[in-house]
T-cell receptor, first 115, second 112 residues
Framework: DQQVKQNSPSLSVQEGRISILNCDYT??????FLWYKKYPAEGPTFLIS?????DKNEDGRFTVFLNKSAKHLSLHIVPSQPGDSAVYFC??????????????FGKGTKLTVNP | DSGVTQTPKHLITATGQRVTLRCSPR?????VYWYQQSLDQGLQFLIH???????AKGNILERFSAQQFPDLHSELNLSSLELGDSALYFC???????????FGSGTRLTVV
């Protein structure tokens, strides 16, 4: 049972345009959501997060939107740059896990930004 | 350099063997998490240690075990290895979820 789903394995956009990566979740207990970026041969790198008490969080070119009623979140990258080409993972956590902040990850979306 | 060190980076071993993966967390981080990433899969949570104590277990096989030592480094032991255990194994450390974990660069295990 996949609790966090990234239904698009890949996405290709032109440099300067907006990239929108989507993520759906099924577990209503999730209350904290994160996006990680991963380059080949490296570990995932934290990008941006959002708490369930918010519906938007912005950090420079990166904005995450959360729609709790739809159990959906999205990551917007504006403007997209070739260096953003990587695999993006959506992850979720539920508080009250006995002191563990384990994350449930989606399978990732490979973003390619073309010059 | 993320500050989380994983060794070895690559490991090739035969079926039935046992291996140990090592993780040194970022200075000051008390939590160590282990994740497995198989081909075309997301990261699957294996186990979480906090200051030497096991805090949570995920879908970790009985053939796998882990521990966190007093100096906070952690080891993941994989025994009776099977071909399906071939994967990337990541460890991550944190002081809390705010700001996310910090991941190491992973150990690529190949079982032949």
């Amino acid at each position: 049972d996949q609790q966090v789903k990234q239904n698009s394995p890949s996405l290709s956009v032109q440099e300067g345009r907006i990239s929108i990566l989507n993520c759906d979740y099924t577990n209503s207990m999730f209350d904290y959501f994160l996006w990680y970026k991963k380059y080949p041969a490296e570990g995932p790198t934290f990008l941006i997060s959002i708490s369930s008490i918010k519906d938007k969080n912005e950090d420079g070119r990166f904005t995450v939107f959360l729609n709790k009623s739809a159990k959906h979140l999205s990551l917007h990258i504006v403007p997209s740059q070739p260096g953003d080409s990587a695999v993006y993972f959506c992850a979720a956590s539920a508080s009250g896990q006995g002191g563990s902040e384990k994350l449930v990850f989606g399978k990732g979306t490979k973003l390619t930004v073309n010059p | 350099d993320s500050g989380v060190t994983q060794t070895p980076k690559h490991l090739i071993t035969a079926t039935g063997q046992r291996v140990t993966l090592r993780c040194s967390p970022r200075s000051g981080d008390l939590s160590v998490y282990w994740y497995q990433q198989s081909l075309d899969q997301g990261l699957q949570f294996l186990i979480h240690y906090y200051n030497g104590e096991e805090r949570a277990k995920g879908n970790i096989l009985e053939r796998f075990s882990a521990q966190q030592f007093p100096d906070l480094h952690s080891e993941l032991n994989l025994s009776s290895l099977e071909l399906g255990d071939s994967a990337l194994y990541f460890c991550a450390s944190s002081v809390g979820l705010l700001g996310g974990y910090t991941f190491g660069s992973g150990t690529r295990l190949t079982v032949v």
